[in-house]
């Protein structure tokens, strides 16, 4: 077990899973408070590292792409300080961080891990339901319909139409984009039926970000209902296989995926990273034992 407590938050590596907790120090995004507890699985991850700086350092986890709704819908535009994967440690905890790191990279190596785009969310997103109130709109929801009630500030075009509830299954993308500056944001839902070209202000499928505010909680709606959507990596999908006339021979069974010679490579692999010095000589035999299993 790898730990590292800061004010920051706490991170936690079991062996298979980096479980990320958000630190209750007022510095703490309201986004990473919202979001709470974080578990990561190691075959979500493709990468992780440490930058030490002058007055402390950061440890960052980077996950394959396609893994995480939140980072999907987000697309690099968090601020840092509301990104879940980065932690700000301490310089006196900098030996605790980077043995993190290590105790991290040495699962990956064991297990493999590929850093390749996923073709389904690894983790869930954010818990329902979810209720956020920014801008000129309110969205809530609940797995299965998003609700979009209008407040005071709301442009008359728009709230004249009153509340708006779209099925998850009409709901063909969403758009969020974070307000910078003086520049307004957005959470948008592209419903198939209805299609519009209207700015945030006037779409009634749209909440408006105003630019004076920091509103990052619309995302986690964005993410919660993203999580339950086709995947983009998803691979297309197949057709149906025609039947067999009757007494035509069956096709050849499709052979195993752990290939022989495979297997074979990696045990020498394991043996030199053993003589290396990398592996131990416990996780050698466990990585080994469950290589021999799969022979």
Do not use: C
């Amino acid at each position: 077990m790898a730990e590292i407590i800061q004010k920051d938050g706490t991170w936690t590596f079991d062996g298979d899973t980096v479980r990320i907790v958000p630190g209750s120090d007022k510095g703490v995004s309201l986004l990473r408070k919202t979001l709470g507890e974080v578990a990561v699985p190691l075959a979500a991850l493709a990468g992780i590292s440490f930058e030490p700086g002058k007055k402390s350092g950061r440890l960052r986890l980077r996950l394959r792409n396609g893994a995480d709704p939140l980072l999907q819908i987000t697309g690099g535009k968090l601020e840092d300080g509301s990104d879940p994967y980065r932690l700000t440690v301490e310089n006196d905890r900098t030996g605790v961080a980077e043995y993190f790191v290590d105790a991290v990279r040495n699962a990956l190596l064991l297990d493999q891990v590929e850093t390749s785009p996923v073709t389904g969310y690894l983790l869930p997103g954010p818990a329902l339901p979810i209720t956020v109130g920014a801008g000129d709109g309110t969205a809530t929801f609940d797995g299965e319909r998003i609700r979009l009630d209008w407040n005071w500030k709301t442009e008359e075009s728009k709230s004249s139409v009153g509340p708006r509830t779209l099925a998850l299954e009409d709901v063909e993308s969403v758009e969020w984009l974070p307000s910078v500056g003086l520049e307004n944001g957005y959470l948008r839902f592209a419903v198939t039926k209805a299609p519009t070209k209207a700015p945030p202000k006037y779409d009634p499928h749209a909440v408006e970000l105003w630019g004076f505010r920091k509103d990052p909680l619309m995302a986690l709606v964005a993410a919660a209902v993203v999580a339950r959507m086709p995947h983009p990596y998803a691979p297309a999908p197949v057709d149906t296989p025609p039947r067999l006339a009757p007494g035509a021979p069956a096709p050849a069974a499709t052979p195993s995926g752990d290939d022989h010679d495979a297997l074979l490579r990696r045990l020498r692999e394991l043996g030199e990273l053993h003589q290396a010095g990398i592996l131990t000589d416990d996780e050698f035999a466990t990585a080994k034992q469950a290589v021999l299993k799969r022979l």
